[in-house]
């Protein structure tokens, strides 16, 4: 079994910690956090954020237990268009959490462990827009893109290859079982399970 | 948040939802790659792991395998339980595992009794627990008093003295007497068996003092036709065991406690009287029809296989036997004996499957007059739904008609020629059990049969390879091996069982009837290895019971091979699999004892 990387002190300042990830892997770290966002909208610029889930990944074990699941506030974008994507009415997200609130939660969760996600710059960016709206330091976190990895491995074996990075492909390819798609918790383990699977097993045969 | 753990399998499903709650909050999901160690032997274990997809597989120190697990599987109870794993634990496919902390287990054990007992439970325990709760209650409480449940009303007269009172009670064999005091149903008092004794023993009344005094009144009665709760309830209240039975003002009968309890049970007990009491062979038929349903019925409220296939095989025989008595003319009765074979000869008789018949006669009946008799015996029989069997064993062909001192000379000439048709003759004779008849025809060819293996040792390994000659439906790695969804337990696993007791039980000279008793019989004098005999008749009792199951679930013929291993769960099939390992040893030991891999 391989050793784990601890994660760096959160009070040394950000060119050391870039240092430190520059010296080791991220997907090494001792734990690691798959996030995911439901959003209004597929553009970082005007999505608000709908729901937000968290899956503790330690020591290469996906941890059922310690999970974050937020629901916040509707926001005044939410319409027709994402609902039929997400599933969630206005009525579904009433009396939910403040944004602010959910936000510092999630904060929290994360610190400065390494993130994990599915197209994980989307994730970033929208969370970085309301931070820093909120006039908050936005998040440095190492990433680690399940993509560019299956990319990367299958790219290796097979160079001509063209594949298809959809979401549903990669877990039909990495044979992974697919919980609640479309909800914020469900999409963060179905990607923390393709990230074990990546991680340590054999090359997946692109499909 | 859909649900990522499946809650509905068996031991999990007992967790109430602040237990699921507990239960995922000390859950992780774990990958693991071809070859690596789950846990390693000699650690303490860390956590109860359940397989969601891959293959894991259970090795012992000298690398023998032991087990291999597949999804839904769980392991290692007894590693969490006595606090290290005594074997290891590896990856055979890629593998994702769920892993339970061990302290939330054994938290959630002590939380709930019911969830600790699945995995404190030993096999014999689990398979206890796998049984289905008893769900023929209500036909018990919705059951109404006919006028076959009744014992006889005997009405005397109030001066009737004691001494012919009781010899009137012997005679009839009642158990109580109703005696007329004054008019109409309020004048009847009456008499139990008790009651009598007590004036004799006690009282010392003489064997002529009036029997009057002694009734008692009024008497407890139901209405034919009401249920039979109500009875019990009444006899239950009044603290009596037994209340009268009338229709208008009339008394046609007393309803005892024994016999409701026996329908409580079951239906056996009446239906046993009803083939006793049938005098014709329409009777006879609708009795025969309610044996399918007492056994459904006994099966649903989880009764050991094994006092099942006694009870079943019992009122088959009564059944056969009033069946020859109808077809066999009194005088020819005595001079004959009619024999069942196959599965009915070993008492393990459940659905009707077909007939297996022969009969022996005296030598002094002409061959064609008994088989005259056994084609209406025949000819009934297959009017009762019992199919014509296929390999024509049966009592109306004149092979397995025979007289005593032919069957005797087939036997004979079977140790000298061991021709094929013949030694199958004679393993189908090693189940003979006589039903109707003369008995003492039987004696005398049991005696040749249990002496065959002096003159016919040769044989028997010829007998013992038809053992070997289907494979365990085991795979390389020890999972279960199916053909297409289906698994033909029949060959795989209760014939090499059946067979190999009968053969063993022909070279030991058993006159043990059933392969139970014979199993027990060959463990006892050291034949098999005690514990594999043990282990045999739990396998053997557990294929028939899974059979029975499909059956009665299917269409009740008996004759459709082949289970659906998709039906069971998890526990079945781990029991299953279990089973054929034990089959698959005893086959190795038949091999050996019979020096069949020389052959």
């Given at each position: 079994?391989?050793?784990?990387?601890?994660?760096?002190?959160?009070?040394?300042?950000?060119?050391?910690?870039?240092?430190?990830?520059?010296?080791?892997?991220?997907?090494?770290?001792?734990?690691?956090?798959?996030?995911?966002?439901?959003?209004?909208?597929?553009?970082?610029?005007k999505?608000?954020?709908?729901?937000?889930?968290?899956?503790?990944?330690?020591?290469?074990?996906v941890?059922?237990?310690?999970?974050?699941?937020?629901?916040?506030?509707?926001?005044?974008?939410?319409?027709?268009?994402?609902?039929?994507?997400?599933?969630?009415?206005?009525?579904?997200?009433?009396?939910?959490?403040?944004?602010?609130?959910a936000?510092?939660?999630?904060?929290?969760?994360?610190?400065?462990?390494?993130?994990?996600?599915?197209?994980?710059?989307?994730?970033?960016?929208?969370?970085?827009?309301h931070?820093?709206?909120?006039?908050?330091?936005?998040?440095?976190?190492?990433?680690?893109?399940?993509?560019?990895?299956?990319?990367?491995?299958?790219?290796?074996?097979?160079?001509?290859v063209?594949?298809?990075?959809?979401?549903?492909?990669?877990?039909?390819?990495?044979?992974?079982?697919?919980?609640?798609?479309?909800?914020?918790?469900?999409?963060a383990?179905?990607v923390?399970?393709?990230?074990?699977r990546?991680?340590?097993?054999?090359?997946?045969?692109?499909? | 948040?859909?649900?990522?753990?499946?809650?509905?399998?068996?031991?999990?499903?007992?967790?109430?939802?602040?237990e699921?709650?507990?239960?995922?909050?000390?859950?992780?999901?774990?990958y693991?790659?071809?070859?690596?160690?789950?846990?390693?032997?000699?650690?303490?274990?860390?956590?109860?792991?359940?397989?969601?997809?891959?293959?894991?597989?259970?090795?012992?120190k000298?690398?023998?395998?032991f087990?291999?697990?597949?999804?839904?599987?769980?392991?290692?109870v007894?590693?969490?339980?006595?606090?290290?794993?005594?074997?290891?634990?590896?990856?055979?496919?890629?593998?994702?595992?769920?892993?339970?902390?061990?302290?939330?287990?054994?938290?959630?054990?002590?939380?709930?009794?019911?969830?600790?007992?699945?995995?404190?439970?030993?096999?014999?325990?689990?398979?206890?627990?796998?049984?289905?709760?008893?769900?023929?209650?209500?036909?018990?409480?919705?059951?109404?008093?006919?006028?076959?449940?009744?014992?006889?009303?005997?009405?005397?007269?109030?001066?009737?003295?004691?001494?012919?009172?009781?010899?009137?009670?012997?005679?009839?064999?009642?158990?109580?007497?109703?005696?007329?005091?004054?008019?109409?149903?309020?004048?009847?008092?009456?008499?139990?068996?008790?009651d009598?004794?007590?004036?004799?023993?006690?009282?010392?009344?003489?064997?002529?003092?009036?029997?009057g005094?002694?009734?008692?009144?009024?008497?407890?009665?139901?209405?034919?036709?009401?249920?039979?709760?109500?009875?019990?309830?009444?006899?239950?209240?009044?603290?009596?065991?037994?209340?009268?039975?009338?229709?208008?003002?009339?008394?046609?009968?007393?309803?005892?406690?024994?016999?409701?309890?026996?329908?409580?049970?079951?239906?056996?007990?009446?239906?046993?009287?009803?083939?006793?009491?049938?005098?014709?062979?329409?009777?006879?038929?609708?009795?025969?029809?309610?044996?399918?349903?007492?056994?459904?019925?006994?099966?649903?409220?989880?009764?050991?296989?094994?006092?099942?296939?006694?009870?079943?095989?019992?009122?088959?025989?009564?059944?056969?036997?009033?069946?020859?008595?109808?077809?066999?003319?009194?005088a020819?009765?005595?001079?004959?004996?009619?024999?069942?074979?196959?599965?009915?000869?070993?008492?393990?008789?459940?659905?009707?499957?077909?007939?297996?018949?022969?009969?022996?006669?005296?030598?002094?009946?002409?061959?064609?007059?008994?088989?005259?008799?056994?084609?209406?015996f025949?000819?009934?029989?297959?009017?009762?739904?019992?199919?014509?069997?296929?390999?024509?064993?049966?009592?109306?062909?004149?092979?397995?008609?025979?007289?005593l001192?032919?069957?005797?000379?087939?036997?004979?000439?079977?140790?000298?020629?061991?021709?094929?048709?013949?030694?199958?003759?004679l393993?189908?004779?090693?189940?003979?059990?006589?039903?109707?008849?003369?008995?003492?025809?039987?004696?005398?060819?049991?005696?040749?049969l249990?002496?065959?293996?002096?003159?016919?040792?040769?044989?028997?390994?010829?007998?013992?390879?038809?053992?070997?000659?289907?494979?365990?439906?085991?795979?390389?790695?020890?999972?279960?091996?199916?053909?297409?969804?289906?698994?033909d337990?029949?060959?795989?696993?209760?014939?090499?069982?059946?067979?190999?007791?009968?053969?063993?039980a022909?070279?030991?000279?058993?006159?043990?009837?059933?392969?139970?008793?014979?199993?027990?019989?060959?463990?006892?004098?050291?034949?098999?290895?005690?514990?594999?005999?043990?282990?045999?008749?739990?396998?053997?009792?557990?294929?028939?019971?899974?059979?029975?199951?499909?059956?009665l679930?299917?269409?009740?013929?008996?004759?459709?091979?082949?289970?659906?291993?998709?039906?069971?769960?998890?526990?079945?099939?781990?029991?299953?699999?279990?089973?054929?390992?034990v089959?698959?040893?005893?086959?190795?030991?038949?091999?050996?004892?019979?020096?069949?891999?020389?052959?």
């Open positions: 079994m391989t050793s784990f990387v601890h994660a760096p002190d959160l009070q040394w300042p950000s060119w050391r910690q870039r240092l430190y990830w520059w010296r080791h892997d991220p997907m090494e770290a001792d734990e690691i956090v798959s996030l995911d966002l439901e959003t209004t909208s597929l553009d970082p610029r999505a608000d954020i709908l729901s937000i889930g968290a899956v503790m990944i330690r020591q290469g074990k941890m059922v237990g310690e999970r974050l699941e937020l629901y916040v506030e509707p926001p005044a974008s939410l319409g027709a268009e994402s609902i039929r994507i997400h599933k969630l009415r206005r009525i579904d997200l009433e009396g939910q959490l403040p944004l602010e609130e936000l510092r939660q999630v904060r929290a969760f994360l610190g400065n462990r390494p993130l994990l996600g599915y197209y994980l710059s989307f994730d970033m960016a929208v969370l970085n827009r931070f820093r709206r909120l006039g908050q330091p936005r998040l440095k976190n190492p990433r680690i893109e399940v993509s560019a990895l299956y990319h990367r491995k299958v790219s290796r074996l097979f160079p001509d063209h594949l298809d990075l959809r979401f549903d492909t990669l877990s039909r390819a990495l044979e992974v079982p697919v919980t609640g798609r479309h909800t914020a918790l469900g999409d383990h179905t923390s399970l393709m990230f074990l990546l991680r340590k097993g054999s090359v997946p045969y692109p499909r | 948040m859909s649900e990522h753990f499946n809650f509905d399998a068996t031991p999990f499903n007992e967790l109430t939802n602040h699921r709650e507990l239960f995922k909050e000390g859950l992780s999901i774990g693991y790659v071809p070859g690596e160690t789950l846990i390693e032997p000699g650690r303490s274990s860390e956590a109860l792991f359940i397989v969601l997809k891959g293959v894991i597989e259970e090795r012992g000298d690398d023998h395998l087990a291999h697990y597949g999804p839904d599987d769980f392991f290692d007894r590693g969490l339980l006595s606090g290290q794993s005594r074997h290891a634990y590896r990856a055979v496919e890629e593998s994702i595992v769920y892993e339970l902390m061990a302290a939330t287990f054994h938290q959630l054990c002590e939380r709930n009794p019911a969830f600790a007992y699945h995995f404190q439970a030993d096999l014999a325990a689990k398979r206890q627990l796998a049984r289905r709760d008893g769900q023929n209650l209500a036909e018990f409480i919705l059951t109404r008093i006919a006028r076959e449940h009744l014992l006889p009303a005997i009405e005397v007269a109030a001066d009737l003295s004691l001494g012919d009172a009781a010899r009137m009670q012997l005679d009839v064999g009642a158990d109580a007497l109703l005696v007329r005091q004054g008019e109409g149903f309020e004048g009847l008092g009456i008499v139990t068996r008790t009598l004794m007590r004036a004799h023993f006690q009282q010392r009344l003489g064997d002529d003092s009036p029997i005094p002694l009734a008692y009144r009024p008497v407890a009665w139901v209405e034919l036709g009401d249920f039979l709760f109500d009875a019990m309830i009444l006899m239950t209240r009044q603290r009596i065991e037994r209340v009268a039975v009338r229709q208008g003002q009339q008394v046609i009968g007393l309803l005892h406690l024994t016999q409701v309890l026996s329908l409580f049970s079951t239906h056996s007990h009446v239906l046993a009287l009803r083939i006793a009491r049938a005098e014709t062979l329409d009777e006879l038929r609708h009795a025969a029809e309610t044996l399918d349903t007492l056994i459904a019925t006994l099966e649903g409220n989880g009764i050991r296989l094994r006092f099942i296939m006694q009870l079943v095989s019992a009122l088959n025989e009564q059944l056969l036997a009033q069946v020859f008595e109808q077809c066999v003319p009194p020819g009765r005595g001079r004959c004996c009619l024999l069942v074979m196959g599965s009915e000869g070993r008492g393990e008789q459940l659905l009707k499957t077909d007939q297996d018949n022969a009969l022996i006669h005296a030598d002094d009946v002409s061959p064609g007059q008994a088989r005259s008799w056994m084609a209406r025949t000819q009934a029989l297959e009017a009762f739904g019992y199919p014509v069997c296929r390999g024509g064993v049966m009592a109306s062909r004149p092979e397995w008609c025979r007289s001192s032919d069957w005797q000379r087939e036997l004979r000439a079977t140790a000298q020629e061991g021709r094929p048709e013949q030694l199958l003759r393993s189908i004779l090693m189940d003979a059990y006589p039903v109707a008849g003369n008995d003492n025809l039987y004696i005398p060819l049991r005696h040749t249990s002496n065959w293996r002096e003159q016919g040792e040769r044989w028997l390994s010829y007998l013992a390879a038809a053992t070997v000659q289907f494979d365990t439906p085991l795979t390389l790695f020890g999972g279960l091996k199916t053909a297409g969804e289906r698994l337990i029949k060959r795989g696993g209760i014939f090499p069982i059946v067979h190999g007791a009968r053969v063993l022909l070279r030991e000279g058993l006159t043990e009837r059933g392969t139970l008793a014979r199993l027990n019989a060959l463990g006892s004098r050291g034949v098999l290895d005690p514990v594999l005999a043990e282990n045999l008749s739990e396998a053997f009792e557990l294929f028939m019971q899974i059979r029975l199951a499909q059956q679930s299917a269409h009740r013929d008996g004759l459709q091979q082949g289970i659906n291993v998709a039906t069971l769960n998890r526990t079945e099939r781990d029991l299953l699999r279990f089973s054929l390992h089959v698959k040893k005893f086959k190795q030991t038949l091999t050996r004892q019979f020096h069949l891999d020389t052959r």
